[in-house]
């Protein structure tokens, strides 16, 4: 069992930078690729940046790379999504994820095993 709550969410303007960060409780945390997803209104859920069980193979989508990085603590059972250049596009409610399944993670939310209740992100102009 992972439980996982998000916080750092916020308005922000277009061009700034938000920090979410997601606190993990468990024993199966270190051994679970992490990930994070968003869902804009009327849109699916969306993969945003993913990170293996040990930090060091990271993923990204297209529409984030180079703006957007992924780290996680081990240590603390935590993993952060740095957002920089915010883009109004970049508007959703962020989920953090836990895969145990896939070694660097899943990019379909149906694998997923473990999600955060989310963290709405807005970006204004």
């Known amino acids: 069992q992972v439980q996982l709550v998000e916080s750092g969410g916020g308005l922000v303007q277009a061009g700034g930078s938000l920090r979410l960060s997601c606190a993990a409780s468990g024993r199966t945390f270190s051994n679970s690729a992490m990930g994070w997803f968003r869902q804009a209104p009327g849109k699916e859920r969306e993969f945003v940046a993913r990170?293996?069980?040990?930090?060091?193979?990271?993923y990204y989508s297209d529409s984030v790379k180079g703006r957007f990085t992924i780290s996680r603590d081990n240590a603390k059972n935590t993993v952060a999504l740095q957002m920089n250049s915010l883009k109004l596009e970049d508007t959703a409610v962020y989920y953090c994820a836990a895969d145990t399944k896939h070694v660097y993670g899943s990019l379909k939310p149906v694998d997923i095993d473990y999600w955060g209740q989310g963290t709405q992100v807005t970006v204004s102009s």
């Open positions: 990170i293996s069980w040990n930090g060091v193979r990271t």
